[in-house]
């Protein structure tokens, strides 16, 4: 501001600052202190849907456990899991909420309704871990529903993450439906080669048991 020579002058010329300034000033204060107190107040928000979300969680876990060891019907387990994706659709703990529908799904038969819960987790873009499951089970689900093609697209995408001995094998599965027995057995001793090289300790018997079937069907045609 200019050096004004008397005390009227710098009245003047303050109330003329502020009338030009002042407001646009306070806005830009209210402004900023809301953006902090906006940011805690979301941070908050979040940390308190965390972890509500975590706690209805723990609770379909339990309720799940108990269908897997009791044989409990999947009601109890569906509505929880129905209940953390709606309301935190959002966060991973819906997404995997989701994961558990499907797993019901597929337990009753209803494939397509499967398909819906897995293809909705992969539209909300989940992490690579989360996305990488997704994709395995959808491809499952169409493998089931005779949709070939498309799960043989998603098989083919998992050949680098650590489901890559499980889509593996379900290419094997897929082709071996399709007639080829050849492109099977290939398929399945690449899942065998993938297991391996992932230092997984070998829990799919049944693996060993259709490459042994296989091989032992292609020693009989060259005999």
């Known amino acids: 501001m200019e050096t004004y020579r008397t005390e009227e002058e710098q009245v003047e010329a303050l109330k003329r600052w502020w009338q ?11 402004l900023a202190l809301g953006g902090v107190f906006g940011w805690r107040a979301w941070s908050d928000h979040q940390q308190n849907q965390a972890g509500e979300a975590s706690a209805m969680f723990d609770q379909l876990l339990a309720a799940d456990a108990a269908v897997q060891n009791t044989g409990r019907p ?6 929880l899991a129905e209940t953390v994706k709606s309301a935190y659709g959002s966060l991973t703990y819906g997404q995997f909420a989701a994961l558990y529908k499907a797993k019901y799904a597929v337990m009753k038969g209803e494939y397509s309704a499967a398909a819906e819960e897995l293809q909705w987790v992969l539209s909300k873009g989940p992490d690579a871990a989360v996305r990488s499951q ?6 499952q689900v169409y493998f089931a529903q005779g949709e070939y093609d498309q799960a043989t697209a998603l ?11 499980e889509a593996l094998e379900l290419k ?3 082709l071996l439906e ?10 399945y001793r690449e899942a065998k080669a993938a297991q391996k090289a992932q230092q997984v300790p070998s829990q799919r018997p049944m693996l060993d048991m259709k490459i042994n079937d296989l091989a032992s ?5 060259q005999s």
């Open 20 to 30: 030009e300034n002042g407001k646009s000033t306070v806005f830009a204060v209210v």
């Open 74 to 79: 999947t009601s109890t387990a569906e509505t």
């Open 134 to 139: 997704t994709e395995m089970r959808l491809a």
């Open 155 to 165: 098989v083919e995408g998992l050949n680098g993450t650590g489901y890559a001995p």
């Open 172 to 174: 094997g599965d897929i």
């Open 178 to 187: 399709q007639g080829d027995a050849d492109g099977a057995l290939v398929a």
């Open 217 to 221: 069907n292609e020693q009989g045609a």
